[in-house]
């Protein structure tokens, strides 16, 4: 166990650092001035050579990667071009929101991918696995601004955008996410009003995710069935609930432990589309406007912090595959 | 059995469900029965997060309001005109040689920290938009000197004649006057650049009391503003990157103002809701359609002057903007400079594309709004019909900067490029020479005529108006008959709002923007 | 190393034994494959049956309500819908397909050296695998897109990048897994040459996996090129992409919806129909 830890940790250095000179590579290459953009039309040519210099622009490309990972290692990403702050305040101030919502939408999508994948395994369940299949079929900007008409503008029973109602303060806690801050202070109106906030652009987030889940672990339960210690099980007299949940689940995980972990990308992306609807104020809604705005060192931020959160959340995954399926111990 | 499984999953889905049900139950009755407590607050929302609230380094569109409602400037525009009128100075002297400026400077004024205002204010604050040296800092790039004979009365005398000089105190991004005692507490090492960049503290009638990027920026009454007191006492500026998002919220009474990028097909739609009103004002936004003149195919005049009449200008602008904009009668947007002074009358002609004409780019900037893309694919048609070969790009603000800073990017850089802009203040010059003098701000494409530059030069040489207007009229014509850049439309400023709001104020050089200080809800 | 395949599959009965218990497959995933089935014939024949031309305009108009005329009416270029959005499907479609062909081809070749040969060279190979696992796709597009021009080439170039690691994990789980079977030692002990034992008993054994999540991509591939699509980044206007399509119907949203809404469904009714071609697919080699 220590070893496959170790291993994951050495691993994990390399990816960052392949991943870093990867990105630094693309935005070399996107042709663009934004340090013209940023001191704006009337400056002068000196002023534009100032600034240029300032940022270390004019520095040959190398020197310019190297500077960046010096400065990458102390924790200490350049300044957005945008904010004008350093990438790592901005990003300390946008992650906690994408952090609360995919947090919540993977909650709900394993209970969802739970509940489908042992209802399904039996055959049955057809009516809510179609409702889930429409759902993970929806074009997510589609669905988020169908559900937003329903129940935000139609129904008036859930809040339009950003985390929290304009009158309640956030408690400042040391998380920066509401809910877990809110449980910390006692402060239980803004648990249960972020609760509240984080609900439907959770749900839109964790559809697709939830149907991956639901298939993989129906087929890894199938299998399973099949084996014969399931048949022993049986044999002995247990009642099938008993069988299927205490002997099929649990070696049944493995499969979608690795499709949950493989699904972290695609809902780390689904972020991007999902917080601009809701005006989520988390990381996706920060690339969209680094992007808009070509600020590349928030750009590199960001898929730097995106990259590390997913591949540190696979080398969680892998540890959690040994824990609950023993026999990979051996492999 | 199966059922047995089934109902304990089911058990744990309901109770999921029973949760948050009861949290948006609890939260319902205190959001939706009363209807949202916009009572005293105004509800705004912004597209995407402004760069900074700091007014010697902000220099876009988006943000003005919140710039225009904690700071105030010496002089200010009067609400749809282009006249100045006082406002921290109550009058103001320029020397017969166009060298010293001197204001005469409103007393009873405090900042929002009580500090009072007086003339080592202005200095203070003047100064450090030299020393920030930024995008807004060429306003006062001739300034050589500054006094302070009494407290109440600030002179500038300036290297050489800047005939925009009173048109830059009054523009958006012209000097704003900060509170000294914020500017020496929290100097630093940058001109407190740091605490500007969360802050505010100036003279206007609301203080920016929370900037919290990506989420919102609150804006309380100045509860000692020297002027008529604000009506709302909060304006909520929320980040909602959403257009349709935006709209849901507006007819719900979440917001009270959408302040630009409505898309203007659906204004028939927000003209049938009986609790919305559209306003529109004039500005001075133009639609712009640039020739990179640089390389084949459009360093040939002919070809240019072939691709404007196959454009049908006319047809085109009504096809798109309806009501809510017209064919630009000059390359000076009406109010700027006398519209007869530089006429334009594009002929329309139906020229097809010259045999083996290559390929051509076609850029532009995108808008929530829709227009830019809907412009371009119709620009588009239009040319392909008469043969070319027209291929479109979308781009960002950024990488249109970036066309001209060499010969090799410009060589590069697309052949057509439509963009809408608004010149810094309501002044000829900060419009001519950034968007088609030789290496100017705006100029994109990097358009070069040496007649042009030396008919600028004399425009701002010139103290006499008359002189100076006749200069610059004649470096429009030039570029007009030169096909340098294509005037498609002066566009108005679009808002559509809560049918109750009153006092609605806008001044046409500060676009996107409303004047919070006197709007009211009846 | 705990990398297991994503999907646990039965042992390799004779296809025909696979196949021919139809119960295995039910009627909606049937009609899923013949829905597929069908869209896959008509991507090949749009240019026959659309109405008109998707990129120029009709003489009805801008924002033609549909009716017998313009079954789907027409947009804001005053283009026929209809004709654009088959035009969008065929484009959707073989883009899919496509980036589906490279995922299998590299990652599976990839992954085959990596589960057969094992020791430094898998975990070289697998750790490069998970290093363009960890690379965020959009962002990668983004920037491919910025730095060589919107095309759907470049797209496909930037989605193929991100897409092939997961076949290459799939098909190295599926080798390892049968490589430690008896019936490969006894290949060996028989001398078998190692390329016709990588690809005559190694490979083959991988094969349903890579279908069957081949199968169940293509409903994601759909939704992840019309979401490219959407923020500006497939093939330049004026080329009918139902993403770019629905993005240019927003702005008329809840005036002239079917602008936005016609493309949007049919996003919707094609990944719809390969989710559910895609379960049937692995109902048919899964069912024992």
């Given amino acids: 166990m220590l070893k496959l830890i170790l291993t994951r940790l050495a691993a994990l250095a390399v990816i960052l650092l392949a991943l870093s000179a990867i990105v630094f590579a693309l935005e070399a290459l996107i042709p663009a001035d934004p340090v013209r953009a940023m001191v704006g039309a009337s400056a002068t040519k000196e002023a534009v050579a100032a600034k240029r210099h300032e940022l270390g622009f004019d520095q040959p490309l190398p020197v310019q990667y190297v500077r960046f990972l010096g400065r990458a290692l102390g924790g200490n990403l350049s300044q957005s071009l945008h904010t004008r702050r350093p990438v790592m305040t901005d990003l300390r101030a946008f992650l906690p929101a994408t952090l609360e919502l995919a947090g919540a939408a993977a909650i709900i999508a394993a209970v969802l991918g739970g509940f489908l994948g042992i ?36 129904w008036h029973v859930l809040p339009s955008s950003g985390r929290l109602s304009a009158n309640l303060t956030p408690p400042g806690g040391p998380t920066g996410l509401l809910v877990v801050d809110g449980l910390l202070h006692g402060r239980f109106d803004v648990v249960s009003d972020a609760l509240w906030h984080v609900a439907l652009p959770a749900f839109c987030l964790a559809l697709g995710p939830a149907v991956a889940l639901g298939r993989t672990l129906r087929s890894s339960l199938q299998s399973v069935l099949t084996q014969d210690h399931i048949r022993t099980a049986r044999a002995k007299g247990l009642k099938e609930r008993t069988v299927l949940l205490r002997h099929a689940l649990r070696s049944s995980l493995n499969a979608p432990l690795t499709m949950g972990g493989l699904q972290v990308g695609l809902l780390l992306a689904g972020v991007v589309v999902i917080e601009s609807v809701f005006a989520w104020p988390g990381v996706g809604l920060y690339t969209v406007q680094s992007i808009s705005s070509t600020d590349f060192p928030a750009v590199a931020g960001v898929t730097l912090i995106l990259g590390a959160l997913y591949v540190v959340i696979n080398a969680l995954v892998d540890v959690a595959q040994v824990i609950a399926d023993p026999r990979l111990r051996a492999a | 059995m199966k059922t047995g499984s089934l109902r304990r999953v089911f058990s744990l889905v309901a109770v999921v469900a029973l949760l948050l049900s009861a949290c948006s139950k609890k939260s319902t009755t205190s959001a939706a029965s009363s209807p949202p407590d916009t009572n005293g607050t105004l509800n705004l929302a912004y597209l995407a997060d402004m760069s900074v609230p700091d007014p010697d380094v902000f220099y876009d569109i988006e943000g003005n309001t919140v710039i225009l409602s904690a700071y105030e400037g010496l002089v200010d525009y009067k609400p749809d005109t282009v006249t100045i009128e006082p406002k921290l100075a109550t009058s103001w002297d320029i020397a017969p040689d166009g060298l010293t400026y001197t204001f005469h400077l409103r007393s009873g004024v405090t900042f929002q920290d009580g500090t009072p205002f007086n ?68 100097a630093g090492s940058d001109f407190a650049q740091t605490w500007a960049k969360t802050n505010a503290d100036g003279t206007g009638p609301f203080k920016l009391t929370a900037f919290n990027r990506g989420q919102n920026y609150t804006l309380t009454r100045n509860d000692s503003y020297w002027g008529p007191k604000p009506n709302f006492a909060t304006v909520n500026i929320r980040i909602i990157p959403d257009m349709n998002s935006q709209i849901l919220q507006l007819k719900s009474g979440g917001l009270d103002v959408i302040l630009h990028s409505f898309p203007i097909a659906e204004l028939p739609t927000a003209k049938a809701d009986p609790n919305l009103a559209i306003k529109d004002f004039s500005s001075y936004l133009q639609s712009l359609l640039y020739f990179n003149t640089s390389k084949a195919p459009f360093n040939d005049l002919a070809l240019r002057k072939a691709v404007a009449g196959d454009i049908d200008r006319d047809t085109l602008v009504n096809q798109i903007y309806g009501t809510y904009a017209h064919p630009a009668g000059s390359p000076y947007a009406p109010g700027i400079l006398g519209q007869s002074l530089a006429p334009i009358a594009y002929p ?87 968007l088609w003098g030789t290496g100017g701000g705006l100029n994109f494409l990097g358009y070069t005529n040496p007649q042009v530059d030396t008919l600028l030069n004399q425009g701002a040489a010139s103290t006499d108006k008359a002189a100076s207007d006749q200069a610059y009229g004649k470096a ?22 809560r049918k109750n709001l009153t006092n609605v104020e806008h001044v046409p050089n500060y676009p996107w923007a409303l004047r919070l200080g006197t709007l009211a809800r009846s | 190393m705990g990398v297991a395949e994503p999907i646990a599959f039965g042992g390799s009965l004779p296809l025909r034994r696979r196949l021919l218990p139809r119960l295995g497959v039910g009627r909606l995933e049937t009609a899923g494959l013949a829905a597929l089935a069908l869209t896959t014939i008509g991507a090949l024949v749009v240019p026959l049956i659309a109405p008109h031309a998707p990129t120029l305009p009709v003489a009805a108009g801008p924002l033609v309500k549909p009716s ?36 299998v081809l590299i990652g599976g070749l990839i992954g085959l050296v990596a589960g057969f040969r094992g020791g430094w060279l898998d975990t070289v190979l697998m750790r490069t695998t998970d290093l363009f696992l960890a690379l965020p796709g959009p962002i990668l597009a983004i920037a491919i897109v910025a730095s060589l021009g919107p095309s759907l080439a470049h797209t496909l170039l930037a989605v193929g990048i991100v897409w092939w690691p997961w076949y290459a994990r799939i098909v190295r789980g599926e080798v390892r897994a ?19 034992l990588a690809f005559r008993h190694a490979l083959p054994g991988a094969l349903p996996a890579v279908l069957v999540t081949a199968s169940l991509d293509v409903g994601n591939l759909v939704l992840t090129l019309a979401g490219l699509a959407f923020i500006g980044l497939g093939a330049p206007p004026p080329a009918p992409e139902l993403g770019s399509m629905v993005a240019q119907g927003l702005p008329y949203f809840f005036g002239q919806p079917w602008v936005c809404l016609a493309p949007a469904v049919a996003i919707f009714v094609l990944a719809f129909a390969a989710n559910l071609a895609g379960d049937g697919i692995r109902d048919l080699l899964h069912h024992t």
């Fill in chain 3, 178 to 196: 049968v490589m430690v079977r008896p019936h490969i030692d006894a290949a060996r002990l028989a001398k078998i040459g190692r390329m016709r």
């Fill in chain 2, 476 to 497: 429009g014509r030039l570029l007009v008959v030169d096909y340098g850049i294509l005037f498609l439309a002066d566009t108005r400023d679009v808002m559509v709002m």
């Fill in chain 1, 119 to 154: 209802v399904t395994a039996r055959g049955k369940g057809t009516a809510p696995r179609l409702l889930m299949l429409a759902g993970a079929s929806a074009p997510p900007f589609l669905l988020a601004l169908a559900l937003l008409m329903l129940f935000y503008a139609k």
């Fill in chain 2, 119 to 186: 003339a080592a204010a202005v200095k203070a604050s003047f100064q450090r938009r030299i020393s920030v040296n930024s995008a807004p800092a060429y306003m006062l790039a001739q300034v050589a000197d500054m006094q302070t004979p009494d407290p109440m009365t600030f002179v500038v005398k300036l290297r050489s004649v800047v005939t925009p000089f009173m048109d830059y105190m009054a523009s958006s991004w012209g000097p704003k006057i900060m509170s000294p005692k914020a500017l020496t507490d929290n």
């Fill in chain 2, 348 to 434: 329309t002609s139906t020229v097809k594309a010259p045999a083996g004409a290559p390929a051509i780019t076609f850029a532009y900037t995108s808008d929530e709004s829709g227009i830019q893309s809907r412009l371009a694919g119709l620009i588009q048609q239009k040319l392909q019909g008469q043969g070319f070969q027209v291929t479109l790009k979308e781009v960002t603000n950024p990488q249109v900067y970036g066309y001209a800073s060499t010969p090799q990017t410009l060589a590069q850089a697309p052949d057509i490029l439509l963009m809408t802009n608004t010149p810094d203040a309501a002044h000829p010059d900060t419009w001519a020479r950034i």
């Fill in chain 3, 68 to 103: 017998a005329a313009h079954l789907l009416g027409t947009d804001d270029l005053s283009r026929d819908i209809a004709s654009r959005v088959l035009y969008g499907i065929r484009s959707s479609w073989f883009s899919a397909i496509a980036v589906i062909a490279s995922g």
